[in-house]
T-cell receptor, first 114, second 108 residues
Framework: DAGVIQSPRHEVTEMGQEVTLRCKPI?????LFWYRQTMMRGLELLIY????????DSGMPEDRFSAKMPNASFSTLKIQPSEPRDSAVYFC????????????FGPGTRLLVL | GQQLNQSPQSMFIQEGEDVSMNCTSS?????WLWYKQDPGEGPVLLIA?????ELTSNGRLTAQFGITRKDSFLNISASIPSDVGIYFC????????FGAGTRLTVKP
């Protein structure tokens, strides 16, 4: 079975540009999570969805960040406009009940904003 | 989210040695998870613990869910070079929290 798929794997952009990160969860998983990982702050939960509905977005740093899940097999995390401090590795993870806390991570998107 | 207290931060060991790392928190958790992350990859789930006192093994890895529900440890026996990586604990209570990681280096 394919795991969580993320694209692109690497993204280099200039400050002010829009960035869109994509995720395909494991088929049949009802929960989808977006994380950010930096050396300074470690892994931080940004937002998670259940059955395509955003449940908790309290980790989204500011209005420049938005996430959508139009269907059960696709989600996007968008940053507009991007800033250098957004540089990090962004992970998508998915899980399914009854063990929704047991999350399976994708390979991540390494974002560098110049 | 707020980090768990994971220790040690790093370990340098000889191949064949056993390894032990742990995570503690002031909060009670319902689930403890241990992940390993290789460079350039996402965390991979190693062991999941769902019950206080639970002791679970996965090959050379053994993890326990502390009786107080505020801590967990991970042991690796007879380490090999491919054990190199960063090991993260995660605890699920009202939210999911992660440790800062233990960076393991294994010298052949």
């Amino acid at each position: 079975d394919a795991g969580v798929i993320q694209s692109p794997r690497h993204e280099v952009t200039e400050m002010g540009q829009e960035v869109t990160l994509r995720c395909k969860p494991i088929s049949g998983h009802d929960y989808l999570f977006w994380y950010r990982q930096t050396m300074m702050r470690g892994l931080e939960l940004l937002i998670y969805f259940n059955n395509n509905v955003p449940i908790d977005d309290s980790g989204m740093p500011e209005d420049r960040f938005s996430a959508k899940m139009p269907n059960a097999s696709f989600s996007t995390l968008k940053i507009q406009p991007s800033e250098p401090r957004d540089s990090a590795v962004y992970f998508c993870a998915s899980s399914s009940p009854p063990r929704q806390e047991t999350q399976y991570f994708g390979p991540g998107t390494r974002l560098l904003v110049l | 989210g707020q980090q768990l207290n994971q220790s040690p931060q790093s370990m340098f060991i000889q191949e064949g040695e056993d390894v032990s790392m742990n995570c503690t928190s002031s909060s009670i958790f319902n689930t403890w998870l241990w992940y390993k992350q290789d460079p350039g990859e996402g965390p991979v789930l190693l062991i999941a613990l769902y019950k206080a006192g639970e002791l679970t093994s996965n090959g050379r890895l053994t993890a326990q869910f502390g009786i107080t529900r505020k801590d967990s440890f991970l042991n690796i026996s007879a380490s090999i070079p491919s054990d190199v990586g960063i090991y993260f604990c995660a605890g699920q209570g009202n939210d999911m929290r992660f440790g800062a990681g233990t960076r393991l280096t294994v010298k052949p």
